[in-house]
């Protein structure tokens, strides 16, 4: 015997944590951190009351991103990068100007 589940497939989720990005996020496909989807979605990053373009990789909790050193690479072609520390924020771009924002509190 079978059993048929009449309810729809996972419904979109509109609560909070699914309207802000993850507390860490990698642009890296080798990275445990990374995921596609959220990425196609365009995460804004502002460090220390600046918003960047070029952050590899964030962690808000921890306070810290990682960016790419110039076009140094390592012996395995992956490009070098510093890990800057101070506060973090996350948004994504694709809810318009009034996003909420994932920060340390």
Known sequence: MTETNDAPDTAP????TAQTPPDRLSVNPRSSHFDA???RRGVGIKFKGRERSDIEEYSISEGWVRVQAGKTMDR???PLTLKL????????????????????E
């Open 13 to 16: 989720s509109t609560d909070a």
């Open 37 to 39: 989807d959220l990425l």
């Open 85 to 104: 520390s101070g506060p973090v924020e996350a948004w994504f771009q694709d809810l318009g100007d009034d996003a909420p924002v994932a920060r340390k």
């Open 76 to 78: 395995k072609g992956q």
